[in-house]
């Protein structure tokens, strides 16, 4: 990434792979922000669709628009290939089957800069391919009103997946560019490489701002990962960023709630792997290295207490942040005593 000049540009990177029919209303959501001065970063990831002719129209249409091409290499190395090609003050992501509303940079921009805060979060309306919102993917526990949190604040809303109200994603969000100096995706990972990228983000941040406005649009699609297969060697990807996250925030020198969140997150990962490869195609995960990451996972229910012991969260939001579901408990009490069980619940 090059120094952030002085001016207010916005760096947006998308990065592209055979998105041909959601590529137009993506990128002409961007083109018509009311906040005109970005440098639109497009990574083509090696697209075999008609991707790679829109995005050679739409930058011969707009010059702040700029195409870089890549061998398909995944979404991580595109996002990290924009982020080296990044010239602006702050820096956002829009993925290319996704939308923003006009407002959206210019309302990120103002709260940013009337902040001390490093990164400004927005709220994120899921939809389906017909528009419709996808209600079991809205955000819970969200302030009604825009509110800054400080570092530690923020990773107790990010951590634990029963009481989270912070998305993983990164795209969302807008990051100041200092802060994004020697921070990179991780290449090879399929999923949850956005939680991991976040994480150290809010690490090394002094905090966020978040405002509830629903001003990105989140689309999900038949076979994406959130409505897939339930269970491949991907599924291990996120326990790899569980892990790092707890040995993260420990080198933090970050204790208390924070790391007990951490530690109910991993838990709970754990036993979510176990249950979906109870449940899935347990052939599809290669023989090299299944038992060994299996084995972990039931490590880490076998060594760790944290979801047992937590507080019961409550419908109403008054719970710690450290506090899990009934569900999440007797995931864990079953995987912990019959992991075949699994496969029923």
Not at 14 to 27: A, F, G, H, K, S
Request: overall charge neutral; aromatic content about 8%; glycine content about 8%.
């Amino acid at each position: 990434m090059n120094n952030p000049g002085t001016s207010g540009t916005i760096s947006v990177i998308v990065p592209v792979y055979n998105v041909e029919e959601y590529l137009p209303r993506c990128l002409e959501s961007i083109l018509g922000q009311t906040y005109r001065d970005l440098q639109i970063i497009l990574v083509d990831d090696g697209s075999t669709d008609g991707s790679s002719r829109l995005c050679t129209e739409f930058a011969e249409r707009d010059p702040r628009v700029e195409c870089i091409r890549i061998s398909n290499s995944g979404v991580s190395a595109a996002r990290n290939r924009g982020l080296a090609a990044a010239k602006g003050r702050w820096i956002g992501f829009v993925d290319a089957d996704d939308y923003i509303d006009a407002g959206f940079y210019e309302t990120l921009v103002s709260h940013l800069t009337q902040s001390d805060k490093q990164i400004v979060c927005c709220g994120v309306r899921a939809e389906d391919t017909e528009g419709n919102r996808i209600e079991r993917l809205k955000g819970r526990r969200m302030p009604a009103q825009a509110q800054d949190f400080d570092r530690d604040d923020a990773l107790l809303r990010f951590l634990n997946p029963d009481t989270r109200i912070l998305y993983w994603a990164v795209w969302n969000k807008l990051y100041s560019a200092e802060l994004l100096k020697g921070i990179a995706f991780e290449n090879g990972r399929v999923i949850a490489e956005d939680f991991d990228f976040t994480l150290r983000c809010f690490l090394r941040s002094n905090g966020l701002r978040y405002i509830p406005d629903e001003l990105y649009h989140y689309l999900v699609r038949p076979g994406s990962a959130i409505t897939g297969s339930r269970f491949s060697q991907k599924s291990f990807d996120a326990m790899f960023f569980m892990d790092r996250a707890v040995r993260e925030i420990r080198k933090a020198g970050i204790g208390g709630e924070v790391m007990k969140c951490a530690l109910i997150g991993r838990e709970i990962t754990a036993a979510k792997t176990l249950r979906d490869h109870q449940r899935g195609n347990r052939e599809a995960v290669g023989p090299e290295n299944a038992e060994a990451e299996l084995a972990h996972c039931r490590e880490t229910l076998a060594s760790g207490r944290e979801v047992m012991r937590a507080p019961l969260a409550r419908r109403n939001g008054g719970s710690a942040w450290s506090a899990v579901t009934l569900k999440s408990k007797v995931l864990c009490f079953i995987v912990a005593r019959c992991e075949k069980l699994l496969r029923f619940i």
